[in-house]
Each structure stands twice: as C-alpha cells, then as structure tokens.
C-alpha cells in the first residue's frame, strides 16, 4: 500500500451534501500530481456488505497540492453507505473510509450518509440564479434619494441587470448609514417609508428585485435601546441588548462596552443571545418585508452575530417568505455560514482577491488563478456556490479600475489596465455564482478605498467610458441569454502559463461553452483540445468568429482579447 498519498473526505457539507431529492453529492480530495482514479462504491447503509454499486468519479481538477473528484449517488431510500478505492497506473490502491486508508476494505471502514432530509440549502429563492445584481451606495446615486434611484430604473433595466443592492437606508447621523438610530424609519435625506414602496414597486415593475442591508452586529449610540442605557445605566431594562462592562456606560476617552471594529464608540454591539433583542430584530426585517415588498436581506458583519440567531433568523423569515434572499457579509472563507441552515449565499471577497491578483495586479499566473478558483469552490456545496455575490469591488474596497491602474506587468499599465477590467468583467459574466456591479464600475468610474470608492456617480456621458457600459450590456445579455451561463458546471480546460492564457468549460448535460482569457498583450494563436465533440464548427458568441471543431481545436486571439466559443 502507498505510504504517502494524501486523502481527505467527511461525510457532512460541503464533502457530502444533497443536491436533490434522493440525490448525494460527494466530493473527495487526492494527493494532486499522482494522477490517482477513485472509484465510489455505494449501497443503502442496510444492505449486507458486498452489495454496494460502484462509480467512477470524476477527477474535476487540481487545487494546487490537491486533486477534487467529485460523483453524485442515487438513492431511492435516502439512506448511503459508501467507501472509495483510490489507484494509480502502476496498479497500486487503497481503499478509504472513516477508519482511514488501508489495503483491506474491511479495515478502512465506510462512511455513512444516515439520511438525506430534504435540505434547507435546496431551498433557494426561484429567481437567485438568474439574478445580476447591482450595488447603490444611495448617498451618491442620483441626488443621494430613493426618488433618484427610482428615476433611475430604465437605465439600469438598460444596463441590463435585474437585482439591486442597497446599503443602509435606515435612519442614522452618518453618511454611511451603518450606525443605525431607526430600524423602523427611513433616513429622511433619503426620503420615506413611501419612497422605498414606490422604488420597490417601479423595481418590481421593470423585472427588478431589491435588496436591503441590515446591521444587526451593532447599532448606532442613538438607537433608543442604547440611549437608554446610557442614561439610567445599570437600572435600563435594555442593559442586557448590549455588552456593558461597567457601569455608569460611557464613550470617551475609551467606551467601556463592547462595539462594532475596534473602540468605535458610535456603534455598540448588539446582544443578539438575548431574546428579546432577537426578537426585536427578527420583526424589524419582517416588517420591511411585509411593507415594501423587498426582495432579500444582505446582512452586515454576519460572521459576527450567533449562528444560533441566524438560523432562526433564517427559519422564520422563509417560511413566511421562502422566496427571500438572504446574504451574509462575511469577508473571509464563509463555509460554516452557507451549509443551508443561515444564509443563501455571501458577498466573495476571498474569490475578488484571486481575480484582483490575477487580473488588476498580475501577481499571479493563469495556474495559481485556476487553482484558487477550484478551491473556492470546493469549500462550498452547489447551492452555495451558486448564490454566492461575485464581486469586484464594493463601498469597501477601491474601485477595479484603479486596482488595474495602480498593477499589471509591464511600462504601460495605465495604458492597459481598462483591457484588463474588460476582461475581468468577462470572467465574472461567465463564472459560476451572481455577478455584483458595483455602481459606475460599468462607465469608468475610479476611485481609491473609502470614502473615495463612494463619490457620486457620473450620468454625463463625456465623463463615462461608453465602450465599457457596453461591453457590461453585451455581457449581461449574454449571460440572459444563456442557461448555460446561469445554470451550467464550471471545469477548467486548459491553463498556459507561459502565454498567461487559460480556458473554462461551462456546461448543462451536453450543452457546453467554452471560454477563453488572453490575459496578455500578445496574440495568439492556439492549438487546444476539443471540449464538444458533437459540433463540426464553433462559433465565438461576441464576435462572429467561426472555427473549425475537429480532434484539435485551433483558434486566434487578440491581446488581452477573450473568446465564448459555443
């Protein structure tokens, strides 16, 4: 038996997972650069051993020093006993089960999927898979008003997106709106409880769903609850809605509770153990819901809070409403928070850092890229993944523009770096997930982090790249246009490290697309293998261009070009 080989598997998410009724998904990990093949056999876990049905699995790619294979079971009882044989081409084998390798199957033990309830993760929002989302920062959008936004939706419907996101629009004494006063009221700067059904009902009008942010991590020093507090201190029936260290409470020179980052003063903590604050919260973004008809939630500071409150949270808000969408900002790994039972999907900051690396800064190659990618993916189920906001930027980050501006290879950075953007763009249109634009990233717009990533967006057209908004139109329909690009698997084709040039495959059953990065200032022509074999010729989606499908792929591409071959 092999010594060395690594192998990794548990039967629990995002390793094992249902991805339909009687459906399992399992996901294991091999020792990458041992060109291993693993075989899945697998029974109902009552059957006498020796009755289990073998599968090939499918080796999806490697993740750096890890290979992911992954196969999905079939079981008209919901009920899996299953065990892996894992072997090279010299012949050599183990087998792998929860007791560990070993070449005597008995000994390896099997993993045992008890049941498969009807999953919560199964339970997405109707419209989430369709959705390209767009974020407003409402303080700089039009006149900084809902009215504004809402004057604003056929550009937008233009634009082609069907989704927005917007920040806090609560009442609160900052420009950011994140230290809430109100839960229940409008800022006025930006209207009122009318204004938000009337831009929810003109959304919902053009096809347009909408999203609120929510900040129940924290709430601002004038929330009522922590007024009070302050003012009668440890006598204040609210007392236990926060985390007060020391009585009477105060803010300077240090605050002596618990708050939002470090020692912001205007931003204490919320206790979101005690009951009633939790219950407080719950009907805050029930009532929004039933008022304005909003679409989802995006909830700030997720990995913050109980997961105790967000699975009620979750459970009480989607049976009144099952079909709201609900986001966690979380701006690390975000596993633990997407097994089904708290949030739909977050916002992928881990997955901007590959495509700012790979795209703005040129840090890394088309390898590191491909393998970051698989092993983002593989941290999640399928249902995750496919609710995940897949961004470039954010009211937190710089903008992508200026990150392309500011890296890149070569003298002419500056010179190149709108070519980059496009091509980023490119790779979020067609990636796995829902695409997030971040308002004015679609015409040019620059600007370094906060608070210069959130100046007011600019409507005259002698200030915008129009060559850009219509690229982002041409690929937004695009990706409307195509199931497969909503719907389909992602797998890597081919990456060319030397060209710094890489190929994905999207893909529903037969029905595949293949795409294509040049994320270089050279052309190229490339002799690639086929990914289809059922077409004589492929025809590029965005140009025209046809080529000819035979046992060798051979397609141009321009500098920084891409192609979306189907």
Not at 48 to 53: L, W
Not at 140 to 164: A, E, F, H, M, R
Not at 361 to 378: N, S
Not at 537 to 545: F, H, I, P, R
């Amino acid at each position: 038996m092999p010594q060395s080989w690594f192998i990794y598997h548990t039967s629990e998410d995002p390793f094992a997972y249902p991805v339909g009724t009687g459906t399992l998904k399992l996901r294991l990990f091999t020792q990458a650069g041992q060109q291993l093949s693993c075989t899945v056999i697998h029974s109902d876990r009552y059957d006498s051993p020796g009755q289990e049905v073998p599968l090939q699995m499918e080796r999806i790619g490697s993740a750096g020093i890890y290979d992911i294979h992954e196969a999905i079971i079939h079981t008209s009882t919901r009920r899996c006993r299953y065990l892996f044989h894992i072997a090279n081409a010299a012949g050599q084998y183990v087998w792998y089960g929860e007791r560990g390798a070993s070449e005597n199957r008995e000994r390896a033990g099997s993993f045992q999927y008890a049941y498969l309830h009807r999953s919560e993760a199964l339970k997405l929002p109707s419209w989430s898979k369709d959705a390209v989302t767009y974020q407003i920062y409402p303080n700089s959008y039009n006149g900084g008003t809902l009215k504004g936004i809402s004057d604003k939706i056929p550009y937008l419907q233009q634009l082609g997106v069907n989704t927005i996101y917007m920040t806090p629009v609560f009442e609160s004494p900052s420009e950011h709106k994140y230290n809430t006063s109100d839960y229940y009221k409008i800022d006025p700067a930006f209207g009122d409880t009318d204004g938000l059904k009337a831009l929810v009902s003109e959304a919902h009008r053009h096809g347009i769903k909408v999203i609120l942010d929510a900040v129940f991590n924290h709430s601002g020093d004038q929330f009522f609850a922590f007024k009070d507090v302050m003012e009668k201190g440890e006598q204040s029936l609210y007392k236990d809605w926060f985390f007060i260290r020391s009585y009477p409470v105060v803010q300077t020179p240090a605050p002596n509770y618990e708050t939002f980052a470090k020692a912001e003063a205007h931003m204490p903590k919320l206790n979101m153990d005690h009951p009633e604050t939790a219950d407080y919260m719950i009907n805050v973004a029930k009532y929004w819901i039933r008022e304005t008809e909003i679409d989802g939630w995006r909830l700030d500071v997720a990995n913050e809070v109980n997961p105790a409150f967000w699975s009620r949270f979750r459970q009480e808000l989607k049976s009144e409403y099952p079909e709201i969408l609900l986001i966690g900002e979380i701006m690390h790994a975000s596993g633990p928070w997407l097994r089904g039972d708290q949030f739909d999907g977050g916002m992928n900051y881990v997955l901007r850092d590959a495509v700012l690396e790979f795209f703005a800064e040129q840090t890394t190659g088309p390898d590191r890229f491909m393998e970051q990618l698989l092993h983002q993916e593989a941290l999640y189920n399928d249902q995750a993944n496919s609710a995940m906001f897949q961004l470039l930027g954010s009211h937190d980050t710089l903008r992508f523009l200026t990150a392309c501006k500011e890296g890149g290879r070569g003298w002419d950075r500056v010179g190149t770096a709108i070519q980059r953007m496009r091509l980023a763009v490119f790779f979020q249109m067609t990636y796995i997930g829902i695409p997030m634009i971040y308002y004015g990233d679609e015409v040019g717009m620059e600007g370094a982090t906060d608070p210069h990533c959130r100046k007011a967006m600019v409507w005259q057209e002698q200030t915008q790249d129009t060559a850009l908004l219509k690229w982002y139109q041409e690929l937004i329909f695009l990706r409307k246009s195509c199931d497969i690009l909503r719907r389909g698997t992602f797998r890597p084709w081919f990456t060319d490290e030397v060209r710094n040039v890489l190929g994905y495959i999207r893909g529903v059953g037969q029905e595949k697309i293949g795409l294509i990065i040049n994320n270089s200032p050279n052309a190229f022509e490339l002799e690639l293998s086929a990914y289809r074999s059922d077409k004589n010729v492929l025809t590029d989606l965005l140009s025209g261009a046809t080529f000819k499908n035979t046992n060798k792929l051979t397609v141009s591409i321009e500098p920084f070009g891409c192609l979306m071959l189907y």
